[in-house]
Every structure is written in C-alpha cells, then in structure tokens.
C-alpha cells in the first residue's frame, strides 16, 4: 500500500469525505451516512477516525469509530462501535482498509478502548482481524393487527416532551450503551427513525423505535419499559404503520416478553449482535447494543 494513513479530526465542513462516503455506502439510499450515523460523525474526542488520501488530496479509504461506555450491573467498560468503513473502487485489493483498520484499533488500544464492536454482511473479511461474531438478539414476526392495545393505554408518535422520560426509561436497561441527553437528541433526529410511546393512565411508560435510515425498516429494533407492555405497543404501533408486519427486536434477557407471542404461534429466532474484538477485556457474556447503538 503506497497511501499514507492520516489521522484527521473531522470539519463540520468536510463535505468531501461524507460525498465519498455517500458513493460507496448508500448508492441505493437518498439518506446520507452522516444522517444515519450522526454519533460518528462528532468532531469530539469520542470519534477516532482514519482516513487514505490519494497524490491529488481525494479520500479513497476510511473507517471511523465511535468511543462510549457500556454498563453492565454496575460495572463501566470502554466500547468502540466501528462503522463507514469504506474504500474507494479505484483502490481495491491493495490491503488498504485492512491497514485503515489495524491502525484504527492501535489507536483505540491506546485510548484504553476495551471492546471493539462492528457490523457487517461480509464477516469473512474482519475475521482474520480478531472480529468474531458474537452475542445473541431475538427476533419475531408480528403480523399487522395480531395483538391489540390493552385498555387504559395509548400508543401514540413521540413528542419532544416525552425524551426525558424515554431517555429514564432506557438508562433502566441492566445492560446498555451509555447515552448523554445529546446523543439522544441526534438519534432521535434520524430520517426515517420513528419513535413511539405508550401510556398507561396517563403516563408514559415504554417506547420502541422502528426504522433507522437507510436501515431496519419495518423493525422495532429498540424498546423499552415493563414487558408487559410489549404486546400493547406492538399492537399499537402497527396499527399506525402501513407494514403488514412488524419485526420486533429483543434483548435476550427480554425473552419472557415475547411470551405472549410464541403463545399465537409465532417463531422466536435468534441472531447474531454483531462481529467483536476483544482489545483489552474479554467479551461479557451479556453483551448487547440497542438499535440506535449501531452503526
């Protein structure tokens, strides 16, 4: 590999490098990368990004990754989620986004990064890298009006008022990807993410969110509140939706909510979380990223 890798902090006017980006990731998609994954592209000091530039200052390589804490029953550990890896057709199988990539997480292991986390159709290519595919998600179809919504509650599109109490909710999670009022703010904010709260007397006590830029659609792929409600919300979300069926996403210590569905016959599957490395702690058993988590 004849390019050189620059460490670059990114420009909210760097417009070059999300055009790039936007060729190689969403050629099927009007929604840009920066939309859709607007946590990685902060100018902060929790983004490490790496990118190649050819001889005329073109980028022709990148990857970028996001540094938050993960809590689990207490316990704080420093996780990355990878993400926009990319390189340009023109440079191809010359080893460049492999190198982009290990210099990436020689940067993290020195930033004290203890977990590296990423996605990806192509798990082959990372494997060699360390990354291995690990952790679990549940997963069910819910055809469009199989459950209803229980009396004395109401599924309704979220208001700016609700965030406090979804971001309260969330932060119940025993395990989760720690998350300021901030990021909130710009998740929230992604095209085609819609979010939805159910109340019960009253008051709001559970959330899901389906869709995610150029991805997930159709999916709840993130919920929060008392099990109980997840038939409601369900219900109440598809009868506002035009899907004939919604995907609904859960945690695997979540799995007693599903309950109600595998009792109309519903198949509960189970996925893969994602590809994992390993840098400086062994990967917890209970490891899991919400779908706003992603990259």
């Excluded at 029953?73 to 023109?90: K, Q």
């Excluded at 792929?221 to 919300?233: M, N």
């Excluded at 219900?235 to 939706?241: H, V």
Aim: proline share 4%.
């Amino acid at each position: 590999m004849n390019a050189r890798i620059h460490t670059e902090r990114l420009a909210t006017s760097d417009e070059d490098l999300v055009h790039f980006l936007d060729g190689v990731l969403r050629e099927d998609t009007t929604t840009s990368i920066a939309e859709d994954s607007p946590l990685l592209f902060g100018t902060g000091d929790d983004v490490a990004r790496r990118i190649v530039r050819d001889d005329a200052g073109n980028v022709v390589s990148h990857a970028a990754a996001r540094i938050a804490v993960w809590r689990s029953a207490g316990v704080e550990r420093t996780l990355a989620t990878i993400g926009a890896v990319a390189t340009a057709t023109t440079h191809r199988n010359r080893g460049i986004a492999t190198a982009v990539l290990h210099d990436l997480i020689d940067d993290l292991k020195q930033r004290g990064v203890e977990i590296a986390v990423l996605w990806s159709d192509v798990p082959g290519f990372y494997e060699p890298m360390g990354f291995t595919r690990t952790g679990v998600e549940l997963l069910v179809e819910v055809p469009r009006r199989l459950h209803g919504v229980a009396k004395s509650t109401l599924v309704r599109p979220m208001e700016p008022d609700d965030l406090n109490v979804i971001a309260e909710i969330h932060a119940g999670e025993p395990h989760l990807l720690v998350r300021s009022a901030s990021d909130w703010k710009r998740l929230v904010g992604i095209p085609r993410c819609d979010v939805y709260v159910l109340e019960a007397f009253g008051q709001v006590e559970a959330y899901g969110v389906v869709g995610k830029g150029h991805d997930l659609g159709g999916c709840l792929h993130e919920w929060g509140g008392p099990s109980r409600h997840l038939p409601s919300l369900v219900g109440g979300i598809t009868a506002l939706r035009r899907e004939s069926a919604l995907w609904v996403m859960s945690a695997p210590w979540r799995r007693e909510a599903l309950a109600p569905f595998t009792a109309m016959g519903l198949e509960i599957r189970e996925g893969v979380l994602g590809m994992v490395k390993a840098l400086h702690a062994e990967i917890p058993k209970n490891l899991y990223l919400f779908g706003l988590d992603s990259n």
